[in-house]
């Protein structure tokens, strides 16, 4: 996820990885920005949800081919 944090955002965030129907596959306090998502080994469609330090949620699609 490409996208110019603030230190407010950054403390405290939370990234959540979510299959297609929703089920949560993996969250995790991010380490480095821009935020990378790895270890997605199985084809499909996935969404990121973001919780920054300040409490604003950001949601993304994701397709693993």
């Known amino acids: 996820v ?5 230190a ?3 403390n405290g965030m939370r990234v959540e990885v979510l299959n297609a129907v929703g089920q949560l596959i993996t969250s995790f306090a991010p380490a480095t ?4 998502v790895g270890g997605l080994n199985v084809s ?4 990121i ?3 920054s330090g300040t409490g604003d949620v950001y949601i993304g699609r994701l397709v693993v081919k």
């Open 44 to 47: 499909g469609v996935y969404y």
């Open 33 to 36: 920005y821009p935020i990378e």
């Open 49 to 51: 949800r973001i919780t």
């Open 2 to 6: 490409n996208r110019e944090w603030t």
């Open 8 to 10: 407010e955002e950054q």
